[in-house]
């Protein structure tokens, strides 16, 4: 059962760990001032925001390892208008993407970054994580798929903060380049945020299309049973 929740966990974790604009922000602030402080507490507020989100859906959900629950019913309609909503809003991201000579700025919220405080950085983490309604959906249909399996204490806990792990595994990993290689990181550190921002569109679209696309399908196998 552990190796079912771990194998449905992970499109979502991967999804949530490949959104362009907190690896953009993470290296924003770890390229300003008290960068690294301000980074680390980043990247906390950022787990925090998942581990939130992930557990009080596993809570409500608990029961959904019963196909005959209301609960396992309530799932799997939420994994339909889900799965759908991701497709129409990766359809719809690319329908109004950038062509061909258009110049991709950052957004707007990302212009002063450099100079955030330690408290809105943590702040900001923690929103961009657990109040992002893409990371909500992709984080909830995750942990619906560790309610399903039926599992308990240690292997319950140990789904969901693999989930986290790998759902921040790109910002932790910003924040741990940072630290170990200082001055020397800023260059690949900006490279990085440079080709996120030119290529956000794309990989949000990908990412929309194939999640939407296994949250679906999951959803209408369920109700198919």
């Known amino acids: ?15 949530v760990a490949l959104s362009p604009f907190p690896l953009i922000g993470v290296v924003l602030i770890l390229t300003g001032r008290h960068g690294r402080r301000n980074g680390a507490l980043f990247a906390l507020g950022w787990v925090a925001g998942l581990a939130v989100v992930a557990t009080v859906v596993v809570t409500l959900f608990g029961a959904a390892d019963d196909p005959d629950s209301t609960s396992s019913s309530v799932a799997d309609w939420g994994r339909v208008a889900a799965g759908a909503a991701l497709i129409v809003l990766g359809v719809r991201k690319w329908w109004l993407r950038p062509r061909s000579g258009d ?23 923690a929103l961009l994580s657990g109040a992002n309604p893409k990371n909500v959906v992709l984080t909830a249909s995750a942990a619906t798929a560790v309610a399903e399996a039926g599992l308990h204490d240690a292997d ?70």
């Open 103 to 125: 110049v991709v700025e950052e957004p707007r919220w990302m212009a002063r970054l450099d100079d955030v405080s330690a408290w809105r950085s943590l702040i900001l983490g």
């Open 156 to 225: 319950l806990v140990g789904a969901v903060a693999l989930f986290v792990l790998l759902g921040s595994c790109t910002v932790l990993g910003a924040v741990a380049v940072e630290f170990a290689g200082g001055r020397r990181s800023e260059a690949l550190l900006d490279g990085v945020r440079r080709f996120m921002v030119a290529n956000s569109t794309v990989i949000m679209v990908i990412v929309l299309l194939l999640l939407g696309a296994n949250v679906l399908g999951a959803g209408l196998g369920g109700i198919g049973r």
């Open 1 to 15: 059962m552990l190796l079912q929740a771990i194998g449905a966990v992970l499109p979502a974790a991967l999804a």
